[in-house]
């Protein structure tokens, strides 16, 4: 971040870039261009800061050729002129310098985050118990990262109460608890499937209100895979589950609602039904319309509009269960 701060300055200053490349060739290779960059040092004086030899001084990275100390000899007694020996000289005396101060990747406790994925380094079992052992309330500070469908999304840990758990900066899969939103399609399968009647519906309501935030998120288990948790997202405006509901899409899921607290489950079951009345109100006012049009365009025996008027009911029913 710093050499990218560095460069932006440059670019926005408009300063002078001096720098060597040369291609390496071959079949593996193919047309890469590799070579050195250099600015006008901070300082203002006349001298060039090579990019790379900075960041290794910082200890924002590391050389990928390590000079080991007979080497250092023969390097030192090479010509001062080659312009080779002195480059890894000035890598070498760099990291060395890095190492010294203890700075960057080098530091007793490194700034790096070490990223772990549920299922993969860690069970998702063991990132609820640590939750219940070391987080105020049982809650766990996260950033929604990428959301799949309105009832699952990645999470990733920022609660630095995990610290010692080692299990700040994990990954997991959060399902929604108490509700089951309709899922998204992949077409990268063979074939392709597609999603379900409302499903990007479904996922726009809740990136528009969770993606990319820091919230609370409270664990009540996880599913029958042990890798997907099931939590609830504790957002000051009020529970998405709910609001989900509220605009009918969602349903309620009773092998998730089973682990939440039962004082929580009536409001889930008090906004799905809204939702189904709401639909029935303006679904038989609808079929009030339809057959007024019918019968005064096309005078359909009433028998054939009764029948298709209850076909229509039961195709909008099997879709959500109205």
């Not at 060597?20 to 047309?31: E, H, I």
């Not at 890469?32 to 090579?50: A, C, E, H, I």
Request: proline residues 5%; positive net charge; aromatic residues 8%.
């Amino acid at each position: 971040m710093h050499e990218k701060k560095l460069c932006f300055l440059m670019f926005v200053n408009k300063l002078k870039i001096t720098f060597f490349t040369f291609r390496k060739q071959g079949a593996t290779a193919g047309d890469r261009v590799y070579g050195l960059l250099f600015m006008p040092s901070p300082s203002g004086d006349d001298t060039k800061m090579n990019i790379a030899v900075e960041a290794v001084r910082l200890g924002h990275a590391t050389p990928k050729v390590l000079i080991q100390a007979d080497d250092e000899n023969v390097i030192s007694a090479e010509s001062e002129d080659d312009p080779v020996a002195e480059y890894e000289r000035a890598l070498n005396n760099a990291l060395q310098e890095a190492k010294s101060n203890g700075i960057g990747v080098h530091a007793p406790s490194p700034l790096v985050r070490s990223i772990k994925n549920a299922g993969e380094e860690f069970q998702t079992l063991e990132l609820i118990e640590a939750v219940q052992k070391l987080c105020d309330r049982n809650t766990v500070t996260c950033v929604i990262e990428y959301i799949f469908d309105g009832s699952r999304f990645r999470v990733h840990i920022t609660d630095p109460d995990l610290q010692k758990a080692g299990l700040q900066y994990a990954n997991f899969t959060l399902i929604l608890g108490g509700i089951a939103s309709p899922r998204m399609g992949n077409p990268r399968l063979d074939p392709p499937t597609k999603s379900e009647p409302f499903a990007e519906q479904a996922k726009a309501f809740v990136e528009t209100r969770l993606l990319h935030r820091e919230l609370k998120i409270s664990l009540h288990g996880t599913d029958k895979s042990g890798i997907c948790a099931v939590g609830t997202v504790l957002h000051p405006r009020g529970n998405i589950g709910v609001e989900l509901l509220k605009n009918g899409l969602a349903r309620v899921s009773d092998w998730s609602a089973r682990m939440m607290n039962p004082l929580d489950i009536p409001a889930f079951r008090v906004a799905e039904n809204n939702a189904k009345v709401r639909c029935k109100s303006s679904m038989l006012f609808l079929m009030l319309r339809l057959f007024v049009f019918i019968h005064s365009s096309h005078h359909v025996c009433c028998l054939a509009c009764k029948h298709w008027c209850l076909a229509l009911v039961y195709r909008t029913g099997n879709f959500w269960c109205f």
